[in-house]
């Protein structure tokens, strides 16, 4: 946790890992306390050190000074206390807490990224030690003292190698912490963005395909409004039904975005609404025949959710953008495939071969992404003998990417979705 108050994290990050625009004062303040007192202390009992003087004081005031600035310079912080604490025990006087400025300027040296400056600091220390037990120990006070013992030294080496070993071991953890904390807020944006698009993609199905009728349908209201009033009644009564039906999904799917966490109050449409959306084709002149290959299963609500779509898409493209009056869907159940394909005799309309709308229009990219969510793939093009083909293959036992059939990226080893323009690619 940040001292700021902002985001979690492990618990020593609020004292070891402090801005670099904030000293630690207090921290740096209580070690200096505890150095002064706790060798006071110690020197009760080693009557054979030297006396703890003025200069003593100075020395085991010096570590905490360099504590202030281990944050902004760490490497020269645990070098300065760690010289500091070599000229102190150098100097004969007591042994006590006058490691603790130089263990804790060690952690933040090596959680800092200065390793190597930590462990030469600490290097520095027991080898100063050392040189003064066993070399020097004939002209350092205090007077008449002899060699230093190895197995204390290699006592005082094992701490040593414990204290830099257990700050690698910290620092490996926040880093690891650091990653996954950048992975879930990076997962959270992928998230959102994923969201987004299904909501995007949902909106387009809905509002294309039940705009297409109502357009289809006003056009004939207005030709027929003064020669035959009962079939341009017939006209707006499609238009408020399929109007209706559009507000309905709409509302479902704003109200999904707007309270995320709480399930649809009404269910997502799927394969059993084919003859609605045959019946609102024939309102608009658009004869569609359906024919059932295999024995029929129960789709999961996100693979029946995006055949659905994908069956209601291909068909608003036909009204929009195909002359043909009759359209055919095939829907072909395999064990571990549903297999969708659309297909009109054409020919296609001018203002779509203009736009080329037939080729990648958004609808078509709409589909490619819904079965790519699924790792199945997507055939769309003109057909060799006229007219235009859109065949979907959705497996059935590879679960999908994400809800309602969203598109979150192909899973692995799932193959991926095409869509070929008319000019590049002709379906037999």
């Not at 029946?304 to 069956?311: K, S, W, Y």
């Not at 071969?353 to 819904?370: C, F, H, I, K, P």
Request: with cysteine; aromatic share 6%.
């Amino acid at each position: 946790m940040r001292d700021s108050g902002g985001g979690g994290g492990p618990p020593w990050e609020r004292w070891l890992r402090r801005p670099a625009d904030r000293l630690p004062w207090l921290s740096s303040l209580a070690v200096a306390v505890i150095q002064q007192v706790g060798t006071g202390f110690a020197a009760h009992s080693q009557a054979d050190r030297a006396p703890v003087d003025l200069f003593a004081r100075a020395l085991l005031l010096i570590g905490p000074l360099f504590m202030v600035v281990r944050h902004r310079h760490p490497a020269l912080a645990v070098f300065g206390a760690s010289i500091a604490a070599t000229v102190y025990l150098g100097a004969g006087y007591p042994y006590g807490p006058v490691y603790f400025s130089v263990v804790i300027t060690c952690f933040a040296a090596v959680l800092a990224g200065h390793r190597h400056a930590a462990w030469g600091a600490v290097a520095l220390l027991w080898a100063g030690q050392v040189l003064a037990a066993h070399w020097l120990y004939r002209w350092l006070p205090p007077s008449g003292d002899g060699p230093g013992s190895w197995v204390s030294d290699s006592g005082t080496a094992a701490w040593l190698l414990v204290v830099v070993a257990v700050s690698e071991l910290v620092r490996g953890r926040r880093e690891q912490w650091v990653r996954d904390r950048a992975e879930r807020a990076a997962a959270e944006r992928r998230r959102g963005d994923e969201e987004r698009l299904r909501i995007a993609r949902e909106l387009h199905d809905v509002l294309a395909h039940s705009i297409s009728v109502i357009n289809v349908q006003a056009g004939v209201g207005l030709a027929l409004l003064d020669r035959d009033p009962e079939q341009a009644r017939t006209a707006l009564t499609t238009i408020k039904a399929a109007s209706k039906e559009a507000l309905g999904e709409v509302r479902q799917v704003l109200g999904a975005l707007r309270a995320p966490g709480d399930a649809p109050r009404s269910p997502a449409p799927g394969l059993d609404r084919l003859p609605e959306l045959t019946e609102q084709a024939a309102s608009t002149g658009l004869g569609v025949n359906v024919a059932v290959e295999g024995v029929r299963a129960e789709l999961p609500p996100a693979t029946d959710l995006a055949a659905f779509r994908i069956v209601q898409e291909a068909l608003t493209n036909i009204v929009r953008h195909s002359g043909s009056r009759t359209a055919r869907v095939r829907l072909r159940y395999a064990p571990d495939l549903l297999e969708l394909r659309v297909d009109d005799d054409g020919p296609a309309t001018a203002d779509s071969d203009a736009q080329g709308v037939t080729g990648g229009g958004n609808g078509l990219v709409g589909m490619r992404e819904r079965v790519a969510a699924f790792g199945g793939d997507l055939d769309a093009g003109p057909r060799r003998d006229g007219g235009f083909r859109v065949v979907a293959r959705i497996p059935l036992r590879t679960p999908p990417a994400g809800p309602s059939g969203g598109s979150q990226g192909s899973p692995p080893g799932g193959g991926g979705a095409t869509v070929t323009p008319p000019q590049d690619k002709e379906i037999p």
